[in-house]
């Protein structure tokens, strides 16, 4: 038997069933939404940034982030500060409200899950956290491996 190719398909199937149960769930309202989740939390971790040091680290075009940017900012979700030195320039950060938007995505991720595997049996609770342990280890391992070079 191999187990790579089988270990594939089963991870395979497991992404086309949680991105179907995302979907009936409606976890992330919009795509608009989903975009700027990823942005507050890259500003979130980050802290004060730069446009470009942002698109660089969101592998994004500035562009498109600038635009995004400009849509939260009028929404309250981040702040712009112009460069005191060059005022051609600006720094991004996380407002309060976006701090709160971080913290409402992630409550309704937790939730999801919870109500996902809180009917489980608890011996099939167990199996699933003991392999999701193991996953994240080796996961982990390969991550930092891995940090700098290409793959």
Do not use: W
């Amino acid at each position: 038997m191999d187990y790579i190719e089988d270990l594939v398909r089963q991870l395979e199937r497991n992404h086309e069933i949680m991105h179907e149960a995302v979907k009936l769930i409606h976890l992330f309202f919009s795509k608009k939404e989903h975009r700027q989740f990823h942005i507050l939390e890259e500003l979130n971790e980050s802290g004060r940034t730069r446009l470009k040091d942002l698109s660089k680290r969101m592998d994004l075009s500035a562009s498109s982030i600038c635009i995004m940017l400009g849509q939260m900012e009028a929404e309250g979700l981040v702040i712009r500060e112009i460069d005191a030195k060059d005022r051609r320039g600006a720094y991004y950060s996380t407002s309060q409200k976006g701090k709160e938007k971080i913290k409402d995505v992630i409550g309704r991720v937790r939730r999801y899950i919870i109500n996902f595997f809180e009917p489980m049996d608890r011996s099939d609770l167990k199996k699933v956290y003991e392999a999701t342990k193991v996953v994240n280890q080796i996961l982990e391992k390969y991550i930092n491996k891995s940090k700098g070079e290409k793959l």
